[in-house]
């Protein structure tokens, strides 16, 4: 998805500033579907009100800075539609964990025990995150899409209940002796 549709799928939900258009992508409800950044979304902001997909008012606040509040036109949520019959690339999936665990042998079995505890904490944070927002959600889709990510999540905590031991024991059998650090030389 594209910072472009990223914006306007935000948009299509109500009228935003870019400040929290930024918000949605990166800790609400569109953080799950692509990254944005502010040097990202702004000019995509800019070239789509130029070509007529959202307009733009400026609101005055006290003592503040004028705000620019962004809204979706008729076109921008033609264009949004469309974009979204169009295939959609591959899910990315990265993850510093998995590098971690892919060298479980040289890292040794306390390494290893504490990236699983982290990671179970992580998910559970998610997880948790999305309970909370499940209740007070009326949107039918919306709703789906956040029951598909907490069945995601939950897989996760439950593969890692089930099968962290097992990295934990490969990084114990494989760890010999040569793997170890060598010992600092005793002071004198």
């Not at 990295?167 to 170890?180: F, G, K, M, P, V």
Request: glycine share 6%; charged share 30%; aromatic share 8%.
């Amino acid at each position: 998805m594209s910072v472009r549709s990223l914006c306007l799928a935000i948009l299509s939900f109500g009228d935003a500033t870019g400040y929290e258009i930024r918000k949605e992508s990166t800790e609400g409800r569109f953080s799950y579907f692509d990254d944005a950044s502010f040097g990202s979304i702004y000019p995509a902001l800019a070239r789509l009100e130029a070509d007529g997909m959202v307009t733009v008012r400026e609101e005055l606040q006290d003592g503040k800075p004028t705000r620019k509040v962004y809204s979706i036109t008729d076109a921008g949520r033609d264009e949004f539609l469309k974009a979204l019959t169009e295939p959609q690339a591959p899910d990315t999936f990265k993850s510093p964990f998995l590098l971690v665990a892919l060298y479980a042998e040289q890292v040794g079995p306390e390494t290893i025990r504490k990236a699983i505890e982290r990671r179970r904490e992580q998910v559970q944070t998610e997880l948790d995150t999305l309970l909370s927002h499940n209740a007070e959600c009326d949107h039918s889709g919306s709703r789906w899409t956040r029951e598909y990510g907490i069945a995601c999540m939950t897989f996760t905590l439950n593969y890692l209940d089930a099968h962290g031991e097992e990295l934990i024991q490969i990084a114990r059998s494989e760890q010999t002796a040569d793997d170890l650090p060598a010992a600092a030389p005793a002071a004198e």
